[in-house]
Structures are given as structure tokens and as C-alpha cells.
């Protein structure tokens, strides 16, 4: 027992003003030492001893229900991420071997043509492919590098340039480059490993820069194969003096490099579009709206 | 002795009807374990104390844990989310931690 129980055996329950001084320094309910009194004193005990008994079952009730309710949520938090893990890993995998597969395949058809087509047919197809995009192309060209700034100087007062400035590679500077590259002479151009074609769009959307709508980050890597010569004409071009001096007065950093035996990627396969007369009544084509037969209706909608 | 089996039973109980809490009643649960423990150790202490008394005890426990319970809920209502449950579980650990010092007083006399 502590030494304040003898203390406040005089005194009436009343709570102390300083309650939570009074609960570090006596934390046993007072109404124990207040029925220990009474029963000194010949008060009638409370008969109902099971009523403690059937209590103290409650008690554990609790405690076990409370201990299954924790273990049953667990398992559940735990199960949907692993859940969801497990499922990145899979689809990860399977695009990995799908696109394997599509390698292949691909070989596998340039072979056969090669095989079908003669010789200087095949060659021809071949360049025609490496210039629209269609095929992997290896050679020496430049590697133009543009980095978001560094946001550290604006950290403190918010804005570096007046609040406005331009610290981000916008989807413009890479369309403006990758125009100066095709303008300078670049056979085949790529953004972060992303093949170019004449179809090919840069676009922003939100903070995102999409290639062919594909997101890419930065930093980006404009990497183009083409003459010698392109590297002086690229940075005689006003969109490498524009780049410089948005470099200069940002953050952003900008250069140009010559790099030897670049491989770029082939451009994911085109869509080809076509038109034809619908045969049945109910073609597939979304298009088909008025009925009108014999009009060729475009499908696969305009990029 | 017939404490301990007491709650022996509850907990055995409890794994084998092993019932599903109402989605209303879970957020309580934490609440009433902490108050009925705080009553268990209370009682505990009071036994070794000699002051024991079952009708102190059973009182206790039921208040503890509607008082407790009740908080809650008033704490949802008013919007002030889990920090007046959190004065509750400060205000019972409190007092679990200083009957438990008291049971190892007696116990082990140091």
C-alpha cells in the first residue's frame, strides 16, 4: 500500500483539484478503501461473489475477441498489398516476355521478306523502314541533353525568375529540338529511347510530357543519327541559341554531344489506316452511321 | 483461484464462439479492452491490498468501459476524432501502469 492511502483515509472522496497529480500518486479506484472502511465498520457485504465470476468471464471475452478482431485485420491490410505487388510483378513479366516475343516475331518476318524479295528489293525495304521509324537503326549522330533545373534556389524565396520563370523542359523545347535535328539532317531521332516517326506527337499533359502518348521524364535525351555536319548546323539553329539562352538565364541545363554508334529503337508498329467499301450490313467500323454503302468510311480513327 | 478461471473461461470462450464485432461496435473494442484491464488490474491490486470488494469491482468495470465507450462516441460526434479516445487511454494507462507497479510492490517487494 502506498503512503498516501493513510493519508486520505480521513478525508471524504473528493476529488483533488490537481486530478492527474492525484492519478500518478494513488491510481487504485478510491472505492475500494471506501468499502474496506464501511465493511470495518459492520456494513452488509455484498453477497453476489459470482457477480465478480461471471465479470471477469466478460473480461476475457473481451480480451479474446479483441485479440481475434486484431488478427483477422491484418491478414487483410497485409493481403491487399502483397495482392497488388504480386500483380505488378506478373503483368512486368509478362510484358517482358510479350515484347520478347514481338522481337522475334519481328526478326522472324524481316528474315522471311528477305527471303521472298530479292536482294535489292530487301535492301530498298530496309532503308525505307530505318527512315520512317519502323526499324532499329545504328549509327554516329548527337545526344542533345535537357535537364529540368535544379529547384534548390527557389526552395527559400519561392521563385527564382519572378515567379514565371521557365525552370521545367517544356514539350515545346523537345518539339523545338527534335525539328532543329530532322531540320539539320537527322535520319532518325529518338526522346529517351522513344523512336520518332512522322507521325509522331509531343505533347504536355499537366506537368507530364508525352512522346507518341507515352509519358517520359526528364532528364530528357534527344538522340538523333545522321551526318557529321549536323552537329555544327544543330547548333547553328535558332532553337539550340533559344535552348542556350533559356539555359543561361534558368537553371535548365542544355548540351550537345557527339556520340559514336547510337542505336535507336524502332517506333512502336503504326496503325495503319485504310479505306474500303463495308461488305456486310454491319461493319465493325465505328464509323458507319448513315448507311451509305458504297462511301469508303475511314476507320481507325484519325491520328 | 476462481478469478483466474474465471477469465480462463472468458477468453476460452471467446476463441470458440469466436463472433463477428458489428462494423459499428469495432471502434469501441480497443477502448473496452483498456478500460476492462484497467478494472482487472484495479482489482488485482485492491485483492493484494485486503480491500478487495466484488461489488466495487463489478461497478467499476461497467463504468469503466460505458464511460469509456461513451467518449468515443462523443468524440466522434463532436468531430474531434480519436483525441479525446486518446485522453481516455492516456487517463487508464495511467492508472494500469500505477497498479501494476503497486501488484509488483507486493509481489517482489522491491
Redesign the interface.
Known amino acids: 500500500m502506498s503512503d498516501s492511502g493513510s493519508g486520505r483515509g480521513r478525508r471524504d472522496r473528493t476529488y483533488a483539484p490537481d486530478f492527474l497529480t492525484e492519478l500518478f500518486r494513488n491510481p487504485l479506484d478510491p472505492g475500494y478503501e471506501d468499502a474496506a472502511r464501511s465493511r470495518v465498520a459492520g456494513a452488509p457485504v455484498w453477497p453476489a461473489r459470482s457477480v465478480s465470476a461471471v465479470v471477469l468471464v466478460v473480461v476475457g471475452f473481451l480480451l479474446a475477441v479483441a485479440y481475434r478482431q486484431t488478427v483477422a485485420e491484418e491478414p487483410g491490410r497485409a493481403q491487399a498489398r502483397a495482392g497488388l505487388v504480386q500483380q505488378i510483378r506478373e503483368r512486368e513479366e509478362e510484358s517482358d516476355r510479350l515484347s520478347e516475343r514481338a522481337d522475334a516475331l519481328r526478326d522472324e518476318v524481316g528474315r522471311l521478306r528477305v527471303q521472298a524479295l530479292g536482294g535489292s528489293e530487301a535492301a530498298r525495304l530496309r532503308e525505307l523502314e530505318a527512315g520512317t521509324g519502323v526499324g532499329r537503326v545504328r549509327g554516329d549522330g548527337v545526344v542533345v541533353r535537357l535537364a529540368d533545373a535544379r529547384d534548390d534556389q527557389d526552395a527559400v524565396t519561392g521563385a527564382a525568375d519572378g515567379g514565371a520563370g521557365p525552370d521545367r523542359v517544356i514539350y515545346s523545347d523537345l518539339q523545338r529540338v527534335a525539328n532543329a535535328l530532322w531540320g539539320a539532317g537527322a535520319e532518325a531521332v529518338s526522346i529517351n529511347g522513344q523512336r520518332l516517326t512522322a507521325t509522331s506527337t509531343i505533347r504536355s499533359a499537366g506537368d507530364a510530357i508525352l512522346v507518341d502518348f507515352r509519358p517520359v521524364t526528364g532528364p530528357y535525351e534527344v538522340s538523333a543519327i545522321g551526318p557529321g555536319e549536323m552537329r555544327q548546323r544543330f547548333e547553328g539553329s535558332a532553337a539550340s541559341a533559344l535552348m542556350r539562352q533559356v539555359a543561361s538565364k534558368t537553371g535548365l541545363s542544355f548540351g550537345v554531344r557527339v556520340a559514336k554508334d547510337l542505336t535507336l529503337p524502332a517506333a512502336a508498329e503504326p496503325r495503319l489506316r485504310w479505306a474500303g467499301p463495308p461488305v456486310d450490313p454491319s461493319p465493325s467500323g465505328s464509323s458507319e452511321s448513315s448507311g451509305s454503302r458504297t462511301s469508303p468510311s475511314p476507320s481507325g480513327g484519325g491520328r | 483461484m476462481?478469478?483466474v478461471l474465471?477469465?480462463?473461461?472468458?477468453?476460452?470462450?471467446?476463441?470458440y464462439l469466436?463472433?463477428t464485432?458489428p462494423a459499428a461496435l469495432?471502434p469501441y473494442?480497443?477502448i473496452?479492452?483498456v478500460a476492462?484491464l484497467d478494472?482487472?488490474f484495479?482489482?488485482v491490486?485492491?485483492k493484494l491490498?485486503?480491500?478487495?470488494?466484488?461489488?466495487?469491482?463489478?461497478?467499476?468495470?461497467?463504468s469503466n468501459v460505458l464511460v469509456a465507450g461513451l467518449i468515443v462516441y462523443l468524440g466522434d460526434q463532436l468531430g474531434v476524432g480519436g483525441q479525446l479516445s486518446t485522453g481516455v487511454v492516456v487517463?487508464l494507462g495511467?492508472?494500469?501502469?500505477?497498479?501494476v507497479a503497486?501488484i509488483r510492490r507486493h509481489l517482489f517487494r522491491a
Open positions: 476462481i478469478a474465471a477469465l480462463l473461461a472468458g477468453v476460452v470462450l471467446g476463441l469466436d463472433p464485432v469495432q473494442l480497443p473496452a479492452v476492462a478494472a482487472v484495479g482489482g491490486r485492491a491490498d485486503r480491500i478487495f470488494d466484488d461489488k466495487q469491482f463489478v461497478v467499476s468495470f461497467i487517463v495511467v492508472r494500469i501502469f500505477g497498479n503497486a
